[in-house]
């Protein structure tokens, strides 16, 4: 009946409203088939945004487009459902199949999709990278690890996508465009560390979990902060690849490089000191195998210059803190 | 009560998106185009990397363009004194365009004469062709302008060419065989490209258009008009039936059919007039073909 009386637009908010429905019923009465039957509505709506909702052209004159002020409140839906699904009697069938988490998902996922159509191109991974930083602060303000698995797989489609879209796929002739060179790639990478501090923090809570099996999901419970920073730095690291200028990449490898060992230092990581050393190594590898004989003469003298003095102040850190570095290593 | 009060709060933001969607006087047609657009725009941005590696020059792009445009040439009717002075006219207007593109490619504009081809599409090199249909439906020589910058940009930024390259690698084809290149049809250009690349190549357009001295309203007019007549045209499913015999024969005709919404565009076109000033009180150039 919803599906042939309300508007096409109309269809899949109409049938989160039903789920939601059912699923107060289910919860109230303590029905799990009401509830079970909620859950399948509310996956329909889910998938139906996909035909309508998401496409729906935003018509000169409205403020709002449509695909927000459709999709948004079956997200919100969603989340309050999962919201009160946090509370023991709520679901107990969650032990042996969890509908917390799907829904919990729906209500990301929703959100991360509305975000793709919504946001110009080449702006999708900062939009990603904002909802990273709302759901790692969620993961710690309300304890809950769903919200980290969530952020970590944006962050892996935040990079997917960056270097298909806005590094390799970006336009040939965008040198002058600071939108679709660095700027927003600059932006991303930088709000992806910004999420570092509550990594370290997530890091401790769920230090003391036990083991879980998949590598994933360790990597994802136990070392926030490892995927946190490596994919900035891929980010940061390609971009200077790809869209600076040749005769710069190499000075910007190398400055890139030392302000990873500092970070490294500051924060006691190994793999960060790691990583910067190594990413210095690659400096003098390049210097040597080719820009030393195909550079131009001011960019090699530039280049030279700044990386003998950045080799110079890694190397003096490393002598003064000889003792913190053999005791971190 | 806390929760019955924020049970209360979702409710009504339900409520008033729905009477908002209920009573929007635009019918949004059911279809699978985000799905397709997602599959188009990721499939484009994967194809990029290896074509960037494997650039064919210039020299080798005008050579392919030159034998794709004979070929579609000697399938076209040939061209009256009436339709010979149409085309003269589309090539003074696309020259004084493609003087602003940013490859030195010696561009040129062909016209089909079939009042029933409302499009226009680009080779690789450098030929554009136009449809008589899409001309008959121009008011302005600003919207020309408009459209024949959208296509020169296709060409400009290797939209074109990385279509017979991605066509060559699928098929094994040779670029070098002439034979080769006529196992290329031509609606591989005509149905369109990715939603990022045809909303680079309006916003590319329209600049060109622009910097070339022509009016940023001829977009303006020419998409609201497209938008006036999608919504028009576009078949409306009236129930579930409908949307689902609708949604089948749009999702076997538009893999490829992924030129983003006339109202996108028209939203692009006004952003980028706002955000590089471009005029739009010029007055408008009339549109004389003959």
Not at chain 1, 255 to 264: D, Y
Not at chain 2, 140 to 151: I, K, N, P, R, T
Not at chain 2, 192 to 210: N, P, Q, T, V, W
Request: charged share 20%; hydrophobic share 50%.
């Amino acid at each position: 009946m919803l599906w042939s009386e309300l508007q096409p637009l109309s269809v899949a908010l109409g049938l989160a409203v039903f789920g939601l429905a059912l699923f107060e019923l289910g919860h109230w009465r303590n029905l799990k088939q009401i509830r079970l039957q909620g859950y399948s509505v509310l996956i329909a709506a889910f998938v139906r945004i996909f035909f309508v909702n998401l496409t729906a052209a935003t018509l000169p004159g409205e403020t709002i487009s449509p695909r927000i002020y459709t999709v948004a409140p079956i997200a919100l839906i969603y989340f309050f459902i999962w919201a009160q699904m946090q509370s023991k009697t709520a679901s107990p069938e969650s032990s042996r199949w969890s509908p917390t988490d799907l829904i919990g998902y729906l209500g990301t996922a929703s959100i991360a999709a509305l975000l793709y159509f919504q946001v110009p191109g080449e702006w999708i991974i900062f939009a990603w990278a904002i909802a990273v930083l709302a759901l790692m602060t969620a993961s710690l303000l309300l304890d809950k690890e769903i919200f980290l698995h969530q952020s970590e797989l944006l962050v892996a489609g935040i990079v997917t996508r960056a270097l298909a879209h806005n590094i390799f796929g970006g336009s040939y002739f965008a040198a002058g465009n600071w939108r679709g060179n660095i700027g927003i790639l600059s932006l991303t990478a930088g709000l992806l560390l910004l999420t570092l501090p509550i990594s370290f923090r997530l890091r401790v809570r769920y230090a003391v979990l036990p083991n879980p099996s998949l590598l994933v999901r360790k990597l994802a419970l136990r070392h926030p902060e490892q995927i946190l920073f490596f994919a900035p730095l891929v980010l940061i690291s390609f971009m200077i690849a790809v869209k600076m200028n040749p005769g710069m990449v190499t000075l910007s490898w190398g400055v890139e490089g030392v302000m990873v060992i500092l970070l490294g230092l500051l924060v006691s990581q190994r793999t960060y000191r790691i990583t910067g050393l190594s990413l210095l190594l690659l400096c003098v590898a390049k210097i040597v195998v080719r820009d030393a004989w195909h550079l131009g003469e001011r960019d090699r003298y530039i280049t030279f210059i700044v990386l003998g003095a950045a080799l110079t102040l890694v190397s003096t850190l490393y002598g003064k803190y000889r003792e913190t570095v053999r005791r971190l290593l | 009560m806390k929760q019955v009060l924020a049970f209360v709060a979702v409710l009504i933001i339900a409520g008033v998106s729905l009477y908002y969607a209920q009573h929007r006087k635009y019918a949004d047609a059911v279809s699978a185009n985000a799905v397709v657009d997602v599959a188009a725009d990721w499939q484009r941005d994967i194809s990029r990397v290896p074509m960037r590696i494997t650039r064919i020059s210039d020299q080798e792009e005008k050579r392919i363009g030159d034998e794709l445009a004979q070929q579609y040439k000697s399938n076209d009717a040939a061209l009256n004194p009436k339709t010979r002075a149409t085309e003269h006219y589309i090539n003074a207007v696309g020259g004084r365009v493609a003087a602003h593109a940013k490859r030195r490619l010696p561009f040129r504009f062909h016209l089909v004469s079939d009042n029933n081809l409302i499009n226009a599409f680009a080779l690789p090199g450098g030929h554009i062709f136009v449809g008589q249909g899409l001309l008959d439906r121009m008011t302005s020589e600003d919207e020309l302008a408009f459209v024949l910058g959208h296509e020169i940009e296709h060409i400009d930024h290797y939209h074109a060419v990385e279509r017979v390259q991605i066509e060559a690698q699928l098929k094994n084809l040779s670029l070098e065989a002439v034979a080769s290149l006529a196992q290329i049809p031509v609606t591989l250009w005509q149905i369109g490209y990715s939603k990022d690349e045809e909303m680079e190549a309006d916003r590319e357009g329209l600049l060109l258009a622009s910097a070339s001295g022509y009016s940023a309203q001829g977009a303006v007019n020419l998409l609201e008009r497209w938008t006036r007549l999608r919504q028009e045209y576009v078949i409306h499913a009236e129930n579930p039936t409908d949307e689902l015999s609708q949604l089948a024969i749009d999702s076997l005709t538009g893999y490829f059919r992924t030129h983003p919404l006339p109202s996108e565009r028209l939203a692009q076109a006004n952003e980028v007039i706002a955000q590089d000033h471009l005029p739009v009180d010029k007055p408008l150039k009339s549109f004389h073909a003959e």
